[in-house]
């Protein structure tokens, strides 16, 4: 076993977070050829998309209580076997209604990488020093999804569709390995309570209650739901509608996720200095500007690929400053339930951006207006639950100041 604290711990943690962005982002660019060999429509392909982020929401209610209860490390390990047996069926898919069945398996083993990382790094760092380690660990995941676009065109085209999934299943094979072998329970120690359905919906509704634990989590659930929109209809109008191939699609994809890698630098550069609302702030706007921006393109029919991938890399800047901070400032006043508070997070960010994801489906007309007006709204959204966290009074917080790592005198 290794250290948790150690530059290695911390990249088998991202790279298990990372599960959730390759299994959403690898097999994009195979939308169009999905609809020709299983004979389906727009919407039948883009909801196999949307059933994994349903069943990605729905486990994490699971895994963190779970994880609270009987450890990070045995729930994780469950989970990532169930996401590479999952794997290795889609391979054999003979319908889209077996391939939705078989993604939504997936995703409730997929899911268990993302919230157990989260708690992992709250455990392992506490409250302030985890915005940190989320903001960098978001930069090395970037990598994931960059990449995953522009190798699944390629491997769709050199292989076909199924290899994208026998490459998931030997992820999840390295993940088994690397946990099984380097990383010791991270979680606090009297912390293992006693785990009933009562307990459960007791902590949720302490959550829920909570009032600036509530904005976080929009805030961080209506940015990443305006990423998603993108998610969801980017293969068909780079694709279809505007006439690039495959593999050119992973290249535009890679620039759009070089634009979250700049604003993760940002967020885990100035967190210290600057703090996390003020951060908050400042990536709110910028995600507004940018969603904005797309659908004054879209109005004035601006039907070029840069009208597309350049707003949505200033969007893209704003999602990577927005999503560590909003997710360290929901987890930091619970840590004694750091995978209740991220399960229940994960839940609601994920549950948002199926239904956005859904109605971009159902509303495409072949142009990108469906598209572009989701992520303004999304924009907009997140700038608007920032300012609502903004106007909280936080004088009954201002004791705990110095464990949560919250800080009310930073504030737009």
Same mark, same amino acid.
């Given at each position: 076993m290794i250290s948790p604290k150690s530059l290695f711990a911390t990249a088998i943690i991202a790279l298990l977070v990372a599960i959730g962005p390759l299994s959403t982002d690898m097999y994009l660019p195979a939308f169009p050829l999905l609809m020709q060999v299983f004979n389906a429509d727009i919407n039948q392909v883009q909801q196999t998309l949307s059933i994994f982020l349903v069943g990605f929401a729905l486990a994490q209610l699971i895994y963190g209580p779970l #994880?609270?209860?009987?450890?990070?490390?045995?729930?994780?390990?469950? +989970?990532?076997?169930?996401?590479?047996?999952? #794997?290795?069926?889609?391979?054999?898919?003979?319908?889209?209604? #077996?391939? #939705?069945?078989?993604?939504? *398996?997936?995703?409730? +083993?997929?899911s268990a990488g993302p919230v157990l990382g989260r708690a992992m790094v709250r455990d392992i760092h506490g409250p302030r020093e985890s915005a940190r380690l989320l903001s960098y660990i978001g930069t090395a995941m970037a990598v994931a999804?960059?990449?995953?676009?522009?190798?699944?065109?390629?491997?769709t085209i050199w292989f076909g569709w199924q290899s994208i999934f026998l490459f998931l299943a030997a992820y999840g094979v390295i993940g088994v390995v690397l946990l099984g072998t380097r990383i010791?329970?991270?979680?606090?120690?009297?912390?293992?309570?006693?785990?009933?359905?009562?307990?459960?919906?007791k902590n949720y509704g302490i959550l829920l209650k909570h009032p600036t634990w509530r904005w976080y989590t929009l805030t961080c659930s209506f940015v990443f739901a305006g990423l998603f929109s993108f998610l969801s209809g980017s293969s068909f109008v780079i694709?279809?509608? *505007? +006439?690039?191939?495959?593999?050119?699609f992973g290249l535009f994809f890679a620039l759009v996720v070089a634009g979250f890698m700049i604003g993760t630098l940002i967020g885990g550069r100035l967190v210290r200095s600057v703090g996390i609302n003020r951060l908050l702030g400042y990536g709110s706007i910028i995600a507004a500007t940018g969603g904005v921006s797309m659908l004054l393109f879209a109005l004035a029919e601006v039907h070029h690929v840069a009208a597309i991938v350049l707003p949505q890399m200033f969007y893209m800047i704003g999602v990577g400053i927005v999503m560590p901070q909003a997710m360290a400032g929901a987890l930091a006043p619970f840590p004694h339930m750091a995978g209740t508070s991220s399960a229940l997070l994960g839940f609601i960010q994920m549950s948002v951006a199926a239904c956005i994801g859904v109605l971009v489906g159902h509303y495409h007309d072949g142009s990108p207006f469906s598209m572009a007006l989701s992520i303004a709204l999304m924009g907009i959204f997140t700038l608007i639950s920032f300012l609502r966290l903004s106007r909280l009074d936080h004088t009954e917080e201002d004791d705990d100041d110095e464990d949560d790592g919250v800080e009310p005198s930073g504030i737009l």
């Open positions: #994880s609270d209860r009987f450890g990070r490390k045995p729930v994780l390990m469950a +989970g990532l076997l169930l996401f590479l047996l999952s #794997s290795l069926a889609i391979v054999f898919a003979e319908s889209i209604a #077996s391939l #939705s069945a078989l993604r939504l *398996l997936q995703a409730i +083993g997929g999804p960059a990449a995953a676009p522009i190798l699944g065109g390629y491997m010791p329970e991270t979680a606090p120690p009297g912390s293992h309570h006693i785990m009933t359905v009562g307990n459960l919906l694709i279809d509608f *505007l +006439g690039f191939k495959e593999e050119q």
